[in-house]
C-alpha cells in the first residue's frame, strides 16, 4: 500500500510527464487467478507517455500490479503514443473505489515499457549532459 501513500503526496509539478485529459471508450484484458481471460469495458480519464487513468462503470475485480492491456477503441490522438500501435501491457499502480452512488472505480496504469527505448529516448531532467559523460 505504499504506492497509495506516495501517490496522494505527490503533486502534478512532480510529474515527470504531461497529462492530456482525454475521454475515450477503451478495453481492459487481463487473466484471473485462474487464468482464465477476463475484460472490462472502460473509458480513459488522462493519458501519459508512461501511463493512463481509466474508469470503470462496472466491478472489475483488478488488485495492485495485475498486469492489464489497454487498448483503445479509437485510435489515439499522437502517431508517436504507445497506445497508437494498438494493446499496450500495462501494470495496476493504484485503484481508486467508488464513494458514494454507483460502483464505478478507477484504475492508474503504468505502461510497460522496454527499458533499452525509454532510456534511449529520455534523460532524467535532473542530468547534466556534460557530467553525465564525465562520469
Same mark, same amino acid.
Given at each position: 500500500?505504499?504506492?497509495? !501513500?506516495? #501517490?496522494s503526496?505527490?503533486s502534478?509539478?512532480q ?5 492530456q485529459? &482525454?475521454?475515450?471508450p #477503451?478495453?481492459l484484458t487481463?487473466k =484471473?487467478q485462474?487464468g482464465a481471460v477476463?475484460?472490462a469495458s &472502460?473509458?480513459?480519464r488522462d493519458?501519459s =507517455?508512461?501511463?493512463?487513468?481509466v474508469?470503470?462503470?462496472g466491478?472489475a475485480?483488478l $488488485?495492485l500490479?495485475? @498486469?492489464v492491456? @489497454?487498448q @483503445?477503441?479509437?485510435?489515439a490522438?499522437?502517431?508517436d503514443h504507445p @497506445? ?5 501491457? #500495462?501494470?495496476?499502480?493504484? &485503484?481508486?473505489? #467508488?464513494k458514494g ?9 503504468r505502461?510497460?515499457l =522496454? $527499458? !533499452?527505448?525509454a532510456?534511449?529516448t529520455?534523460?532524467?531532467r535532473?542530468a &547534466?549532459?556534460d557530467?553525465a559523460?564525465?562520469c
Amino acid at each position: 500500500m505504499a504506492n497509495s !501513500t506516495l #501517490a496522494s503526496t505527490a503533486s502534478a509539478t512532480q510529474r515527470t510527464n504531461s497529462r492530456q485529459r &482525454v475521454a475515450l471508450p #477503451a478495453r481492459l484484458t487481463w487473466k =484471473d487467478q485462474g487464468g482464465a481471460v477476463r475484460f472490462a469495458s &472502460v473509458t480513459t480519464r488522462d493519458l501519459s =507517455d508512461t501511463g493512463a487513468f481509466v474508469e470503470c462503470a462496472g466491478t472489475a475485480p483488478l $488488485p495492485l500490479f495485475r @498486469l492489464v492491456h @489497454l487498448q @483503445l477503441e479509437q485510435a489515439a490522438a499522437g502517431a508517436d503514443h504507445p @497506445l497508437a500501435a494498438g494493446r499496450v501491457l #500495462a501494470a495496476v499502480w493504484r &485503484v481508486e473505489r #467508488a464513494k458514494g452512488a454507483g460502483p464505478a472505480q478507477g484504475y492508474a496504469l503504468r505502461f510497460m515499457l =522496454d $527499458p !533499452t527505448q525509454a532510456a534511449a529516448t529520455a534523460m532524467p531532467r535532473f542530468a &547534466v549532459p556534460d557530467m553525465a559523460a564525465a562520469c
